[in-house]
């Protein structure tokens, strides 16, 4: 184990235990067979309602599985007649679904609690509601009627288990019977219900632990070991006390002792690979915790799961360092193998728990060059509910997410699912994408003029910015350096170091945030997003990194152009302050909206100063169509041209989408997707083959065509085309179709 601190290790007497002899070195598993006792009678009290906290509102507010079924009526019923034709028995004669049902789900949910009561009562309707369909409204049910709704639900959950999870707030033997089957079928609901009733519980539970072995048995042990995982053995051990001393002692020899509940089969670690782990230093970081405690905790950690940890782990959990633990927990993802996943249940536990912001974007980084077919065969999209769950700052992991959904190589799992995540925390903000994505962009430790000192002690450098975003350095006095000198040995044995390494993160976080905003920026440009006049100064104009590219691009607003100067103010054309309206709204405007001689005014402007923009925006083609071609649903100019294959292929960078693989393995059509949902289609052939690309190089143009939407088959004129959507899909078809360079 690398000894990287010179911290030395505890000794034994200052650890606990469970760390120097934990239960599976001191306890070999019996060999006798289970101890049977027949004829225990569970109790038979009356049946009670508990509620864990939160779980009666969530469930009035879980929408339906098929909304439609459950429309409310558009005007109060009369509910004593509705109620009659219930009582009476002519619903019986209605099919069981349609208005049947959906008048029973309003007359228990709205109607008078009497006539409500009664028809819960009438067990002649309960066959209309034992199906995996009808959990949401029975969770409704319980959580408006209560015990009234009782033994509809324990009717439904008898025909179908997946009912039994609207009995969790209730607490009988009929239930439990039902709770105690429904253990890894319907385990969620089912965990719930032990872990919340926990001791009330425990008497219903343990004639089944005794009964003799079989599922139900297997099952019962279960959810006593639950039980006692959440509220304590003792508990247990006291239900059981119900039944006679003998009980007891069988309880006993179950081990519901949460410590003793491991698997027959422990998954451990040899000592190399623990060796290969970070030093795990306790509370205070002046002592390690030794090699053969380090594989009793990975050991424990590896029978864990996110969703049932061994209750040992928090002992050790408490015992040592924050910071290391989650140094530690990275080094378990590294070194973990042969699970057949991207990390074993055991380290995914662990990186939830014991990970922080550091763990997170090491995790981030792996996640990031995971192509496609490692996702998949390895299950590497659970990754992002771990990365989702390692506690660190919300915007820390939002820019993770996104990192993800705009770099990642695995497009087809890991990057919807990235941006999904994002999705809902925007919604939640009421915030689009592209704002989140605004407010994401990291500041890197700038300050508020966008630059960065660096102290070494007696010197002193500043680092700023290219119009690429690559960090450049200077002395205090601005002149120019070739590179960030090595520490010395006249400057601080301490600062020098760290700024020297500051200075090399720095170059490579604005490398990765160069890119990301720079071809987000290009986007907006042709997209033709805009800002709130708020949102622009936030988001570039005060914002120290991204100041360094506002800079170097021409904005407009209300028709005036302007661009942000190197104070932070705004200018015009002529170099005059612009003002910019309170409710303006900014966009970054394509060449094609400028016009020629504003374009040529603002490229003198921009070679004065010596501005180098970051992407192609004055300096950008432009594109119209020709005569003839804005009524015309073809672009005849492009159809016969050809083309090389890696020419259509690198169209997707740029938006585009190949075709769908068609018979023998072609795609035939390189597809745009317009901002306004347009379609333009380019058909070739004979098609890129899938296995062989290289079979057939060249590519011939047999179509241009645009059509209304996506695939609909209806031709539309290119002239509908805004100019800008025009000018690029215009310049992309000369690209693929001129001279190679």
């Known amino acids: 184990m690398t000894d990287t601190l010179g911290v030395e290790y505890a000794p034994a007497s200052a650890l606990p235990r469970l760390l120097v002899d934990p239960p599976w070195t001191r306890r070999t598993r019996a060999s006798a067979e289970p101890i049977v006792l027949k004829g225990l009678k569970r109790p038979k009290t009356p049946a009670v309602e508990s509620w864990p906290p939160g779980l009666r509102d969530a469930w009035l507010k879980t929408p339906h599985t098929f909304p439609k079924a459950y429309e409310p009526f558009p005007e109060e019923p009369d509910w004593a007649a509705m109620a009659e034709r219930f009582r009476s028995g002519e619903m019986l004669s209605h099919p069981q679904g349609g208005s049947r049902r959906r008048d029973y789900y309003w007359l228990v949910m709205r109607g008078p609690d009497d006539l409500a009561e009664e028809l819960l009562a009438d067990e002649r309707y309960y066959a209309d509601w034992d199906s995996y369909v009808f959990v949401d409204p029975l969770k409704h049910f319980a959580a408006r009627r209560g015990l009234a709704a ?108 949460p410590l003793d509940q491991y698997p027959d089969d422990l998954p451990e670690w040899d000592e190399e690979t623990v060796g290969r782990l970070p030093r795990l230093l306790l509370r205070g970081r002046d002592r390690a915790l030794p090699v053969k405690a380090v594989r009793h905790f990975v050991t424990m950690l590896l029978i864990s799961t996110p969703q049932d940890p061994y209750p040992g782990c928090e002992q050790v959990i408490e015992l040592c360092d924050p910071a290391s633990l989650a140094e530690f927990a990275s080094g378990l993802s590294v070194n973990d193998r042969g699970s057949g996943l991207w990390a074993s249940q055991g380290v995914q536990y662990a990186l939830r728990r014991l990970g922080d912001a550091g763990t997170a974007a090491r995790l981030a980084d792996r996640m990031v060059r995971w192509d496609n077919y490692y996702t998949w065969t390895f299950k590497g999209w659970t990754a992002v509910d771990v990365l989702m769950a390692i506690d660190m700052p919300a915007d820390d992991r939002l820019r993770l997410l996104d990192r993800i959904a705009r770099r990642g190589a695995d497009a087809k799992h890991l990057r919807p699912r990235a941006q999904g995540r994002l999705n809902t925390a925007a919604r939640d903000r009421g915030l689009t994408p592209e704002q989140l994505a605004d407010l994401l962009v990291p500041d890197l430790g700038l300050d508020a003029e966008g630059s960065m000192t660096l102290d070494y002690g007696p010197r002193r450098f500043v680092v700023g910015f290219d119009e690429q975003l690559k960090p450049f350095v200077t002395d205090e006095d601005g002149k120019p350096r070739k590179a960030l000198p090595k520490p010395g040995v006249k400057d601080d044995e301490k600062l020098a170091p760290l700024a020297h390494q500051r200075f090399a993160d720095l170059r490579k976080e604005a490398r990765a945030v160069a890119a990301d905003q720079i071809k987000r920026l290009e986007k907006a440009m042709v ?76 490229a003198s402007v921009f070679g004065d100063y010596e501005i180098l923009q970051p992407f192609p925006q004055l300096g950008r083609p432009v594109h119209t169509l020709e005569d003839g071609e804005r009524d015309a649903a073809r672009l ?29 393995g072609f795609r035939r059509q390189i597809n745009l997707i317009t901002p306004d949902e347009r379609h333009v289609m380019v058909a070739f052939e004979p098609g890129i083959r899938v296995l062989d690309p290289e079979e057939f190089a060249e590519q011939t143009i047999e179509r241009v065509m645009l059509m209304t939407g996506r695939y609909s088959g209806k031709a539309h004129p290119f002239g509908a085309l805004d100019p800008v959507t025009a000018s690029e899909m215009l310049a992309e078809l000369t690209r693929l179709t001129g001279p190679t360079a």
């Open 150 to 257: 009782h033994r509809l639900l324990l009717r439904a959950a008898k025909g179908h288990i997946s009912c039994s999870a609207s009995l969790v707030p209730f607490l009988d033997d009929a239930t439990a019977q039902i709770v105690i089957g429904a253990l890894g079928r319907v385990d969620e609901a089912a965990r719930l219900w032990f872990t919340w009733h926990g001791a009330d519980a425990a008497p219903f539970v343990v004639p089944d632990a005794l009964r003799k072995p079989g599922p139900k048995r297997t099952k019962a042990e279960q959810g006593l070991m639950l039980i006692a995982r959440e509220h304590g053995s003792g508990c247990v051990v006291d239900a059981a006390r119900g039944y006679g001393e003998e009980a007891v002692a069988a309880i006993e020899a179950l081990r519901t002792d």
């Open 636 to 664: 005849a100019r492009f159809e016969g041209l050809t083309a090389h294959f890696g020419r259509f292929m690198g169209m997707t960078s740029r938006g585009w989408e190949l075709g769908d693989k068609e018979t023998g």
């Open 527 to 602: 997209a033709g997003r805009s800002w709130a006049s708020e949102e622009f100064r936030s988001a570039f104009v005060r914002h120290p990194l991204m100041r360094h590219i506002a800079r170097r691009l021409v904005w407009s607003a209300e028709g005036t152009a302007f661009r942000v100067a190197e104070d932070g103010t705004l200018a015009d054309v002529h170099d005059d302050e612009h003002v910019l309206p309170q409710d303006a709204r900014v966009t970054l405007p394509h060449p094609v909206l400028l016009g020629e001689d504003t374009v040529a005014a603002w």
